[in-house]
């Protein structure tokens, strides 16, 4: 009789952690470490706040080897798996052997650094270090090329990352951002990583020539300064030449009107790369990405860039 009660409550136990593991939306939870094959959603424990994000696991992709990781972040009022679909940096993923992981911020926002109610409270940043430690630990990721990219909120954010964790960073991408008063100074270390900065000189949403944030989908907050005063900020913190190479790329794609110029400035002998690609005629939007709020809104998208533009950037530069 006792060994019978026992197994039963070993069954009930073991049905219990199936129902953790595995919620009614099919969320997985952390008791299964290693991230499967293509697309899946997982659960992340940091303190008492459960965060969640978006993974895409290249099919077939060789385990036995250290792979690049590509943390993908979206704009105010998006979500991880809304991001992947809105960059399809997935297909990229695929054709390059890397594994794009897509967080989710509370409240469909990043804390990057300006006085937005609710939000301030949320270590955004100790929560994006503790996953990529746990990321790299469980599946075979390479330590030295883990990357960034963000678009809007989720830019600002990647620069509050670059700023505060660039140890964990091989390389930054930032889209639509700039640079706002509460990041101007807020870093603590003399550590640096390479960046890329990408404009569009006709964002309606923030201005490329400085001034407050017009957010049409979660409302502005803030300020942000002028692309030239954010890339003068960039170049001084990576220790960079002062004198960028600057050069009008010759049109890819026959009827978009938008036109792309690229600065690259050299690092000194301890410094970190920083390049500028502004999109001229260009919009609030993801180079080669859809439409996805009328023009007047958020501006025009640019199909002289891809994300292949952004990987050329990210794939020779290691920690």
């Not at 994006?128 to 330590?143: M, R």
Request: charged content about 25%; hydrophobic content about 40%.
């Amino acid at each position: 009789m006792f060994r019978r009660i026992c197994l039963y409550a070993s069954a009930l136990l073991v049905a219990f952690a199936l129902v953790l593991a595995i919620d009614a939306k099919g969320i997985c939870q952390e008791k299964k470490k290693v991230l499967p094959d293509g697309d899946s959603t997982h659960l992340f424990w940091l303190d008492t706040n459960e965060r969640s994000y978006f993974a895409h696991v290249p099919p077939g992709l060789n385990r036995s080897k250290k792979v690049p990781l590509v943390l993908l972040f979206h704009g105010g009022g998006a979500q991880g798996e809304g991001m992947s679909k809105l960059t399809k940096f997935n297909d990229l993923a695929d054709k390059k052997g890397f594994i794009a992981i897509y967080p989710d911020g509370l409240e469909k926002r990043w804390n990057d650094g300006r006085e937005i109610p609710g939000l301030m409270q949320y270590d955004d940043v100790e929560f994006i270090k503790s996953l990529i430690d746990k990321l790299v630990k469980n599946n075979n990721i390479d330590e030295k090329r883990v990357y960034a990219v963000g678009i809007s909120n989720g830019g600002l954010f990647v620069e509050k990352l670059a700023l505060e964790i660039p140890e964990k960073l091989a390389a930054a991408a930032v889209l639509g951002a700039g640079l706002t008063e509460e990041l101007y100074g807020d870093y603590t270390t003399d550590k640096m990583t390479n960046l890329l900065l990408i404009f569009g000189a006709n964002d309606p949403v923030v201005p490329f020539r400085g001034g407050k944030f017009n957010d049409p989908i979660m409302g502005g907050k803030g300020k942000v300064y002028a692309a030239a005063q954010c890339i003068s900020f960039w170049i001084g913190r990576n220790d960079c030449a002062s004198d960028g190479d600057t050069e009008s790329l010759e049109p890819k794609v026959a009827g978009d009107q938008t036109r792309i110029r690229k600065t690259v400035y050299e690092p000194n002998k301890n410094g970190k790369a920083v390049e500028i690609l502004v999109i001229d005629g260009g919009g609030h939007t993801w180079p080669s990405g859809p439409q996805y709020l009328p023009e007047k809104k958020i501006g025009l998208v640019t199909h002289q860039l891809s994300n292949e533009d952004i990987w050329d950037f990210f794939q020779n530069k290691h920690l």
